[in-house]
């Protein structure tokens, strides 16, 4: 998907949530345990329930590779299932790979040829050649780590290297290796103090935008220093959402949710 | 497994070799394409031949990823296969993972509770919150990404911050997560200049090498700078131990490249 592509369906649907799929075994309803694929199950169920009011669905490919290759059949079944009914969906894999040059080719292949997905996320650690592999894929995207929504990310992102931060430092190395075409960055959602800042360095690209809900992010003040001309954001709520309920009408809940605070977010929208 | 056990190993046969399990299927011999599974014949293959002369295994994920759930599958019955057959060596998952808090969590309960690998590769950018669920799995271990050896590894790990550089910073830092009986750090062969100050810092840790062979890193300058008073060395060699030969001797070839490294590490074990 493009960037124009992406642009129009935020439009369209007046919203820029992502919804995270943490599909966690031990917390969905247990009368979903009897399926031959619980995850799948629950997955589906909350895609078919938010997909009215989301722009994206973003896996984490931990809360699959807990269970195995049972868990990467699970994984490449829900985005199958995402690409076959709801083909405007944008679909980041939150894997936060990132490795030597070959091994990062092999990455990019995984993520984009066979799992399907739009966009995947990359760790920086290792600089520009272990990101450069995951470009150069038509209209496939790297959403890289800046500035992350955890406390951990005081520890070397906040570090500073000649009057920068660290993380600074990432987004204005990395955004001279790929245009707002192919790359995003991610900034949590707890660090909105630095967003001002962020859209100087960087107005044109499109933010990701974790942390909103469980781990106590503002999406109103992400929309109000966040936001470009284009949207340019990608707010992702996970467990706020899908865990609503953990009854029978848990995609029913997730609905709700979602559509609260695809609300919210219509009032950002011209 | 834990330190001692790791040491004894070393001592017993002389070695410090961890044999890169990078299986890709566009290079492997082109008679394995018939098997029903070609890469795990490819590695029992390879594990056979180069046991007697490994300490280490290391299967890198990205190559197993590529292949999805079948790759998956892949990677598991390798796993399972070195723990049946060869008890006493050493597994680590290079997977480079890091993430929040709890999905952290859920990678380390993948790679140990369910691959049942020793040890799994880290990344350091999101801090210690998404590093610290990694630790405390009895006789597991994690392995932090310092200095990488690819050339990426100037784009921010040598960054100077305050003296230090980040490398520097991440194994100040992280050492304090974590005692040297369940705690590695990657340095790469290629960076064995930075090895003496390493070792001032970190006296008792275990370094995994990777970057001899394919990526011209010095086995002989890695000992000679890297070693400490229980080895305290893993050197890494994936491509050129298993593809050398891709013919049907692939593995006789393999055992030779192995046995000749092990040859030449011995001179350096008490």
């Known amino acids: 998907m493009n960037r124009t592509q992406l642009f129009e369906q935020i439009q369209r649907k007046k919203s820029f949530l992502c919804v995270g799929l943490d599909t966690d075994t031990r917390k969905i309803p247990a009368f979903l345990k009897a399926e031959s694929d619980p995850v799948f199950s629950f997955n589906k169920g909350i895609i078919d329930a938010t997909a009215p009011y989301a722009v994206a669905f973003k896996p984490n490919t931990a809360f699959y590779e807990i269970n195995g290759s049972a868990g990467w059949l699970s994984l490449e079944k829900t985005i199958s299932y995402i690409k076959e009914q709801y083909p405007e969906i944008f679909v980041i894999a939150d894997a936060k790979r990132g490795d030597i040059g070959n091994t990062s080719a092999a990455y990019a292949s995984a993520f984009f040829d066979h799992l399907q997905s739009d966009a ?151």
């Open 120 to 270: 995947v996320t990359v760790a920086p650690y290792m600089g520009k050649d272990s990101v450069s592999p995951f470009l150069g894929f038509k209209d496939k995207w790297v959403v890289l780590l800046a500035l992350t929504s955890n406390s951990g990310a005081d520890d070397f992102q906040q570090m500073e290297i000649n009057g920068n931060s660290l993380f600074e430092h990432v987004i204005d190395k990395a955004s001279g290796w790929a245009s707002p075409d192919e790359m995003m960055f991610v900034v949590g959602a707890t660090q909105t103090k630095f967003l001002t800042k962020i859209r100087q360095m960087i107005p044109d690209y499109f933010l990701l935008v974790p942390g909103i809900g469980a781990q106590g992010g503002d999406m109103e003040a992400v929309a109000k220093y966040g936001m470009n001309h284009q949207c340019g954001l990608l707010v992702n709520s996970s467990r706020g959402i899908i865990y609503a309920s953990s009854k029978t009408d848990f995609a029913e809940a997730a609905a709700r949710v979602a559509e609260k605070i695809q609300g919210a977010m219509a009032r950002f929208i011209k």
